[in-house]
């Protein structure tokens, strides 16, 4: 008899996205004239820059002649994405890794789910919340999250609240974890962490023999100098610490799939017998059994990124969406709303008026503003009362839907 993983069957049916997209189509349904724009898709709109394009194009035609065909790539990717990634995001802020602690990837989702398998089922975990949901469901599917409590939250997982009370900023944990997910810029609040905060974390998991998998998809988004891009800017970091990257919000690689995952050489985790075991060979281990690599054009795409022309461009469309980011920041704070992020990351994070839940926060200015957000509390269980906006809509429908708002507020 074939039995049933049935840590699987523990995932709450209902995904946050289809409960949406229900209460919006109902909407749609008894209002047919109302036209309603959404402030609540996480996937950018504007389209690949034209460098990324003719990049593609160039790979596509190598494909159609023997000399120039490429069947399986390498594993960990092809040299001349990793070394282009080595020298634009790292040796140009002072960090020097080695091409082989790259490992190119189809998406930072895939990784930073799938990473968790190379630690016993039985560490501890640790989240910031709210959260990213596929850091906690993909160890749910293993069997290291353990039960749903009545509260939202699961049983073995430690809850680390970042909420406008502690400015976002997480304590350590006051119990024992074993790995740490951490994310900044932070999708869902777009709020950042300062070079001490980070080192805090580094420092902690130096010090307990922690690991931490560190989500940096929106390094892209960061404007002020200070803050920073890499965790591996922190003394120390190589020892304890993963790094997930993602072109799908830096470039809007979310329909051509590819991202990278850092792994340094002198990071190991331990045995039971306390013997040191180094994460990079065992992440390439893993991945060539189970990893067939991310397309030939979807590489040389990525590699155009880091081109003068392809930084320009890139560069532009993030502009582009920083400013939807500060006409949703202004027009909200003038209203009188509390507002968070925004400023180095394409979200914005806002409380909801007199501790109004979440749900009926979002369904009010479906109804009344015809505008969609996305419910804080469905990021977890910190994120009740406050609402996610995103920057990545079109400028012009940002602009109305913020004229909208200000009808329905004032
Ligand atoms: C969008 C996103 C990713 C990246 O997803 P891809 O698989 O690279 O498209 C990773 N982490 C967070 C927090 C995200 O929001």
Redesign the pocket.
Known sequence: MALVNEHFLKLPNNYLFADIAKKVNAFKVSHPKADVISLGI?DVTQPLCPAVLEAMHKAVDEMASKDTFRGYGPEQGYQFLREAIVKNDFVARGIHLDPSEIFVN?????D?GNFQELVRWDNSIGVTDPI?P?YIDSNVMIGRAGELDEDGKWSNVTYMPCTAENGFNPELPDKRVDVIYL?YPN?PTGTVITRDELRKWVNYAIKNDALIFY?A??EAYIQDEDIPHSIYEIKGARKVAVE?H????TAG??GI?C?YTVVPKELTVATLKGERIPLNHLWYRRQCTKFNGTSYISQRAAEAIYTPEGKEQVKATIDYYMNNARTMYNTLTELGLEVYGGRNAPYIWVKTPNDMSSWKFFEQMLYEAHVVCTPGVGFGPSGEGYIRLTAFGDADDCKEAMERLKKWLS
């Not at 189809?106 to 895939?110: E, L, P």
């Not at 993602?246 to 919000?249: E, G, L, R």
Request: net charge positive; glycine share 14%; hydrophobic share 25%.
């Open positions: 996480g189809d998406g930072a989702k895939s930073t990213y596929v994310c999708n989500d998809a929106y997930f993602s072109f799908s919000k690689f979310t799939r991202g």
